[in-house]
């Protein structure tokens, strides 16, 4: 049986802070990817993608291999890095992806999402942003070059002279700075996280049936059952296990 949402349901807006260098992020995309599919009133739901930058000191310009520069950052020995990307890599598969860090580059990721600024202007933030996940974890793309983010982001739909134009400059900088201002405001330190409404949140790539909890709790809130004005409260009903006779 199909369940529909009534005429007047409100759209359950969720927000997602998350960064284009986050593996963990990528992951918790598509988990609640399939909680939405699966989710009956997912019309009905606003997907908004929020900028945050895990390592804004990253300078801009061509990347440096990913291995190197988690050592180098937590003081780890590069073979204590590489088991902790393999651990990572195995939950990813178990998604669908196919991380390879052995090609994945350490880059500043602003510049990535003022383009997703950009493509949420024209309905495209959730392709641009599965596009540039996909080139920087699966593909090796070196996301701190300018062509590269115009080649990846073209390919998903984005207009390559209006990408180009918006590298050029700061168009949508003040959007991703604003972004960044919110998170801080709401407490997020780390990412991905999910906020209902501003009213639910969660952090951390779930697993899927949290997200449906956590989508399921928002609808409730946003749309609650009415009762009927001059019912009976005294009609007789069954409890749980119980049923007075």
Not at 60 to 69: L, S, V, Y
Not at 129 to 148: I, K, R, V
Not at 194 to 216: K, Y
């Amino acid at each position: 049986m199909t369940t529909s949402a009534p005429d007047q349901a409100r759209t359950l807006t969720v927000e997602i802070w998350s960064d284009i260098a986050c593996p963990w992020c990528y992951i918790g995309k598509k988990r609640f990817e399939t909680a939405l599919a699966d989710f009956p009133f997912r019309d009905h739901v606003e997907v908004r993608w929020r900028s945050y930058e895990l390592s804004p000191t990253t300078p801009a310009g061509p990347g440096r291999p990913e291995i190197d520069a988690l050592s180098e950052m937590k003081g780890i020995p590069r073979s204590q890095a590489e088991r902790m990307f393999a651990q990572v890599t195995a939950v990813a598969a178990g998604e669908g992806l196919t991380y390879d860090f052995e090609r994945t580059l350490a880059v500043n990721t602003f510049d990535g999402h003022r383009l997703v600024h950009l493509a949420a202007s024209a309905g495209l933030a959730d392709a641009v942003l599965e596009a540039l996940y996909s080139a920087h974890f699966e593909q090796g793309a070196d996301l701190g070059e300018d062509e590269t983010l115009v080649r990846v982001v073209a390919d998903a739909g984005l207009d390559a002279n209006e990408a180009r134009a918006v590298l050029a400059g700061n168009d949508h900088a003040d959007a991703v700075r604003h972004d960044e201002a919110e998170a801080r405001a709401i407490g997020v330190t780390g990412v991905p996280f999910f906020v209902v409404d501003r009213r639910l949140g969660v952090s951390g790539a779930q697993p899927a049936d949290v997200f449906t909890q956590l989508l399921a709790e928002g609808w409730k809130a946003a749309n609650p059952l009415a009762t009927l004005v001059g019912a009976d409260p005294s009609a007789q009903a069954c409890l749980d296990d119980t049923c007075a006779i």
